[in-house]
């Protein structure tokens, strides 16, 4: 069973940046893709990227395109989030996710196999 391990969240002002990890044990994921999501309070879990196994291929929400950059090393078994020009409503939870069929660009959380248990982001003003 895959274990996934969010790390990096934290409180960062506005326009600021934050870079989260996700590792995992118990298992490779190099051959799935993997997904970043996030869930506001009171919200539903909403998609946020999305990387095949190799990296080659990403998909951004279009809330987040060009301030977030996804990226993963697999000789490290690690997917990153790199978040820049923080907002207010990047404030969340943000999970990880693994898709074991490798389709890098589905947005839905049903999707996806394993999760990690999510790391706070929050933003301030």
């Known amino acids: 069973q895959v274990r996934l391990v969010e790390s990096g969240g934290g409180l960062v002002q506005a326009g600021g940046s934050l870079r989260l990890s996700c590792t995992a044990s118990g298992g490779t994921v190099r051959n799935y893709a993997m997904g970043w999501f996030r869930q506001a309070p009171g919200k539903e879990r909403e998609f946020v990227a999305g990387?095949?196994?190799?990296?080659?291929?990403?998909y951004y929400a279009d809330s987040v395109k060009g301030r977030f950059t996804i990226s993963r090393d697999n000789a490290k078994n690690t997917v990153y989030l790199q978040m820049n020009s923080l907002k207010p409503e990047d404030t969340a939870v943000y999970y990880c996710?693994?898709?074991?069929?490798?389709?890098?660009?589905?947005?839905?959380?049903?999707?996806?196999?394993?999760w990690g248990q999510g790391t706070q982001v929050t933003v301030s003003v």
């Open positions: 990387i095949g196994w190799s990296g080659d291929n990403t």
């Open positions: 996710a693994v898709h074991k069929l490798g389709f890098s660009g589905d947005s839905r959380a049903a999707s996806y196999d394993y």
